[in-house]
């Protein structure tokens, strides 16, 4: 399974999503915008284990700011959104005030519609993340994707209840493997990020559970069956709160 992925993006997306719909038995595919949405869900065939969301990046945020209108009503149809979210590195920092508006009113939005999973992005910005998710307790279910923030932001996203999906980017980094071994076991779930997140230059690919599995087992000091069984385990409740 595979809770955060571009599979719009890869080089060869069609044969990409062909072989995720044939090896996964889920398979979430996070978009970037609001248009990329609608036109990936254009674009490829239906599948049963893929779930198509929209979203709209923050790092894209200003440029695509005027489709946060069509965002609010594509939430209304879907039972997830991603990947949206907040992103306060100095790359992105002067557009930081049109995501946090684009931000809040997805949550509010998520909040009005009974609750949403959000796929979200928070790189230097978790405290502004919970802060939002806390203006709305009605929003649903986070799940943080890639989380990189300290471990006392990491202590402060799993009191308000976030999840938090991993692939084997992360542990690319001492700091990503030492917050990898602090996650809340119950709620951690697999991810790719590809095509943008890579190891050795090549990037992962959406069927690389096995591999997260064996890394977290790693960083949890248990064996490869008891990580890949947590990861099976977490991955279903997901899947129940989706639906």
């Known amino acids: 399974m595979d809770f955060h992925c571009h599979l719009d993006l890869y080089p060869n997306a069609r044969e990409v999503y062909k072989e995720a719909c044939r090896r996964n038995s889920f398979t979430w595919l996070v978009t970037t915008s609001p248009k990329a949405f609608a036109a990936t869900s254009r674009a490829l065939e239906p599948s049963t284990n893929v779930l198509i969301t929209p979203g709209l990046h923050p790092e894209i945020a200003y440029e695509r700011s005027h489709e946060l209108d069509l965002l609010l009503e594509q939430i209304v149809t879907s039972p997830a959104v991603g990947e949206v979210g ?96 602090k996650l809340p076991r119950d709620r951690v779930i697999p991810e790719s990020d590809g095509p943008f997140a890579q190891m050795d230059k090549t990037p992962v690919m959406p069927w690389c559970m096995p591999i997260t599995a064996q890394l977290l087992a790693d960083a949890w000091d248990i064996s490869f069956t008891d990580a890949h069984l947590t990861l099976e385990r977490n991955s279903l409740k997901m899947l129940d709160i989706l639906r």
């Open 86 to 181: 907040l992103d306060g590195s100095s790359r992105f920092k002067a557009t930081y005030d049109v995501q946090r508006k684009i931000f809040s009113a997805v949550v509010a939005q998520c909040a009005n519609l009974g609750g949403r999973v959000l796929s979200i992005h928070s790189r230097q910005a978790v405290k502004d993340v919970l802060t939002e998710l806390s203006l709305h307790p009605q929003f649903g279910t986070a799940v943080l994707h890639w989380f990189s923030g300290t471990a006392s932001e990491l202590k402060a996203a799993e009191a308000k209840g976030c999840w938090f999906s991993v692939g084997p980017a992360m542990f690319n980094s001492m700091s990503g493997r030492a917050l990898a071994a």
